[in-house]
């Protein structure tokens, strides 16, 4: 099957997630964790990247190595997929993907969408909001690495690229294709070359996917409109299925932090054990990760190594590493912890955090995974390939409920 679409996703959670709704509608997208991976056959093809904090120049390289890799795998469109909070810097790296993907396509405008209505995010007016505040007034704007302190993603935007961007409205949209594209259409001749299109709710998400199917310009959106663009384009066939997932208990490693990440730690270590390491330890990374192997040599059953912590925590970290510094030495600790345990015989891995999730899959060597249609865990798993499969439950360390790491560690998953 020659693929309809290839999806290069900011982080690996983000992949999993649209390649596991894809999978639910009946449309099989392989996760790619490798460039040299995208020799699969099916109708849509998801690069995981970790071009969501990086550096620009580095996640632009990132992009463009994938860009070249699914274009040589058939892919005839290319989307990018960023977080439905449009998580950056004011430096990037959304604009300057979307401006290398509009150079790539050679046509503007680039359509772009944030948001995603069934979990609370939306855009109204331009004005991105979480869980029905301001994203500025929102946890999002504690994220150690990214944190959204301005909702208005024009201005926003506009910080990113050299090109005016430019808003299609919920007004402008519910009032149908004619007068959305008629909106379109005048912006173009504006000069305009990113677009925002309002994403208050699935209607607007569906009428975006229409207009950006049929006019084949560039798209650069959260996880709604990317699922709907490529349900267009894609057509439905019978997948072959997923590898069968390993047994045994379940690791959870979390590098995420914040309350919701503390929350869903403290409801699991209610029944199984857990392990917090202390950034600032003096034994160093590999201390760190030797001390981790030698209590999970102890345990019985499913546990967690974290290297969460509370505010104070985080801020002595930050202090001692800066932002970008500490949140690296929590990944690399906890890669190391995953490749120890890899090698011990473990083979379930639960974990929490975008960053994070990009590190322990690489740790692993994992080139490719088939996503699982959402479940009792909703969305996140997903089963490696090859005679030696991995199953992981890949999440974003601020979603879910605080028992979904207790149910991710229970033995019918």
């Known amino acids: 099957m020659a693929p309809a679409i290839g999806i290069i996703a900011d982080d690996f959670t983000g992949a ?43 996640a632009l390289d990132e992009i463009a190595v994938w860009h070249d890799a699914l274009t ?168 072959a299925p997923p590898p069968n997932a390993p047994g045994g208990a379940t690791v959870v490693l979390a590098g995420s932090t914040g309350p919701v990440v503390l929350a869903q730690l403290a409801a699991l270590a209610a029944r199984h054990p857990v392990l917090t390491l202390d950034l600032l330890d003096p034994c160093g990374p590999e201390g760190l990760v030797a001390q981790a192997l030698d209590w999970a040599a102890a345990q019985v059953g499913s546990y967690a190594i974290s290297t969460a912590t509370d505010p104070a925590g985080l801020a002595r970290s930050q202090g001692a590493f800066g932002a970008v510094g500490a949140a690296r030495l929590a990944e690399s600790v906890l890669a190391g912890v995953a490749r120890g345990l890899h090698a011990r015989g473990r083979r379930r891995f639960a974990v929490a955090g975008g960053e994070t999730s990009g590190a322990i899959v690489a740790a692993l060597g994992l080139r490719a995974a088939r996503a699982l249609p959402e479940g009792p865990l909703g969305l996140g798993p997903c089963v490696s390939g090859g005679d030696d499969p991995v199953w992981l439950f890949l999440k974003s360390g601020k979603l879910g409920a605080d028992d979904i790491l207790l149910r991710a560690v229970a033995p019918d998953q």
Request: charged content about 20%; hydrophobic content about 45%; glycine content about 10%.
């Open 16 to 58: 999993v997630m649209v390649a596991g709704m894809l999978e639910g509608r009946g449309i099989a997208a392989p996760v790619l964790f490798h460039p040299g991976g995208a020799t699969e056959s099916a109708a849509a093809l998801v690069a995981a990247t970790r071009s969501r904090t990086v550096a620009s120049a580095e």
């Open 72 to 239: 040589a795998a058939g892919c005839p469109r290319i989307a990018y997929k960023a977080c439905a909070s449009f998580d950056s810097t004011p430096l990037g790296n959304i604009g300057p993907a979307a401006d290398l993907l509009a150079d790539r396509a050679g046509t503007r405008p680039v359509l772009m969408s944030a948001g995603f209505p069934r979990f609370g995010a939306t855009v109204h007016q331009g004005y991105l909001f979480y869980r029905g505040r301001l994203v500025s007034e929102s946890i999002k704007r504690l994220d150690p690495l990214t944190p959204m302190e301005d909702p208005d993603l024009v201005r926003f935007l506009g910080r990113q690229t050299p090109h005016p961007v430019g808003l299609i409205s919920h007004l402008t949209l519910r009032q149908g294709r004619a007068a959305a594209e008629g909106a379109l259409g005048a912006l173009a001749a504006q000069g305009m070359q990113h677009v925002v299109l309002d994403a208050s709710d699935d209607d607007d998400v569906a009428l975006s996917a229409d207009i950006a199917a049929d006019s084949g310009l560039p798209v650069v959106a959260s996880d709604p409109l990317i699922v709907e663009l490529a349900a267009r384009l894609a057509r439905q066939a019978p997948a």
